[in-house]
């Protein structure tokens, strides 16, 4: 089917008009038409081919949201009307160790919602910044119908790669949390770590995001550059989150873990981070990367924030200001993520 999208035709073009061709309902396909969408980093490193390995023209998105308009015959988790949301996946091989699992984000062949090898149409798959999607009901998800529906879009990346590390980690009422960076990621670790019952500590360099930090649900905001406030916190952290994604002394906060305390780096910085060994050796603290979650996580992650009353803090947006979002991201002028209005699309094609 023919299908109004945004799209990037080379890594230095802006994101512009684009049709494209959504295939045909499968019987365990559901088709979906977004509402709205999230805007992540990754959308825009791809987009302007910052990693490498952009197949374009490159459709990104992969923070959907949206209300299902079609199912195929055999689909038994929705029906034509159910509000539902597609991540990071849309399949993956489903019989390796990891798919077994539930880790299908380790998988060798997992199929990303945008810039993958699509063996339903022998080219790349396309992502959210478009009208529709089909997906398999496999990687599918359902969405908590009291959340707020453009403000639930970023959960699906932002969300669930702050909450999975956090669960994994087991983290629990009374333990003391720290979060490294108040960004798009950040800002829903402390959310998350927050409603998991930890005092929450934000290390920041910017003194002007103190105020929101403690808004969003901080207990203390820490000035990362400053020795004297770092100091008191020496040896007292289960599980610090670092979401920083820029050079940084990693080993300033290593050493505030306790004995036996993780920290977990979900921030990917373009250059390797310098490790000091004793950081870890003295104290038998660990040190682990997390990436996003499989699908049955990641309706956990939404469930949770369900109960919780949970959503990111966004700026919506028409899709006609997508390139004027990306300019501002990359001077990190959002708080805390945009969100396409798709309804803004119709009128732009």
Known sequence: MKTNAYAAQNATSPLAPFDIQRRALGQHDVAIEILYCGVCHSDLHTARGEWGGTSYPCVPGHEIIGRVVEVGASVQKFKAGDTAGVGCMVDSCRTCDNCKDDLEQFCDNTVFTYNSPDKHTNGITYGGYSERIVADEAFVLKVPSNLDLAATAPLLCAGITT?????YHNVTKGQKVGIVGLGGLGHMGVKIAKAMGAHVVVFTTS????????RLGADEVVNSKNADEMKPHLNTFHFILDTVS???????YLLLLKRDGNLTQVGVPPEPLSLNVGSLVFGRRSLSG?????????????DFCGEH???????????????????????NDVKYRFVIDMASLKSAS
Do not use: C, F, W
């Open 163 to 167: 909450y999975s590390p956090m669960h």
């Open 207 to 214: 003194s002007n995001k103190v105020e929101d930090a403690k």
């Open 246 to 252: 820029a050079q940084h002394d990693i080993n300033a």
């Open 290 to 302: 997390s990436l996003i979650g499989g699908i049955k996580e990641t309706q956990e992650m939404l």
């Open 309 to 331: 009353n949970i959503t990111s803090d966004i700026e919506l947006i028409p899709i006609q200001k997508i390139n004027e979002a990306y300019d501002r991201l990359v001077k």
